[in-house]
């Protein structure tokens, strides 16, 4: 039955799927986000002040209606320069913030987006079957494994809120992954 279902079955991207979300589909939007973002950060006045603890809160609620602020990761080197409200493939009502390295290691960014999780975001095993994306479940990726130097993303879901982190290498990612909240 399973080996017909294959031949004469639609196949797995005709499937309905309701409003399910695939996260392959949101770190793809999220890339092109990023490099809007990075864009925007650069042609920004040079006496531009970043977003304020207060700013970042009036967008998350603004954007999600919740109240999970985002760590504190000014020890870390990383100071929000710009936010917005950020709206990717069957995520309405997100936001992001960009985050560059301040002092030596300037260049250096780290992007998080988050969103309202409704248990829509999906993942697939390696047979292709749909995962639902799990509280204590964390989704890394690295843009190009054979280049340690490639930037790379963590996606985890808190209970309430999806949240993505991207940062121009992975080494930057496992270093924070305690200070952002990762499972």
Do not use: K
């Amino acid at each position: 039955m399973a080996v017909l279902v294959g031949i004469y079955g639609r196949r797995l991207d005709e499937r309905p799927t309701g409003n399910l979300v695939p996260m392959g589909e949101v770190l793809d939007a999220l890339r092109q986000m990023q490099a809007a973002m990075q864009l925007d950060a650069i042609h920004r006045p040079p006496d531009a002040a970043g977003p304020t603890s207060a700013d970042v809160a009036e967008l998350i609620r603004s954007t999600t209606g919740s109240s999970w602020r985002p760590p504190d990761l000014a020890p870390e080197g990383f100071v929000p320069v710009i936010g917005g409200p950020i709206d990717l493939p069957g995520c309405a009502g997100g936001g992001g913030l960009l985050y560059e390295r301040d002092g030596d290691q300037s260049g250096s960014y780290l992007l998080l987006y988050f969103t309202p999780d409704h248990g829509r975001f999906v993942t697939f095993d390696a047979y292709g079957r749909v995962e639902p994306m799990q509280s204590s479940q964390t989704f890394a990726e690295v843009d190009d494994a054979s280049d340690p130097s490639s930037a790379a993303t963590l996606a985890f879901s808190n209970g309430e809120m999806v949240i993505i982190y991207r940062a121009a290498t992975a080494d930057v990612l496992e270093q924070l992954r305690t200070t952002l909240g990762a499972p």
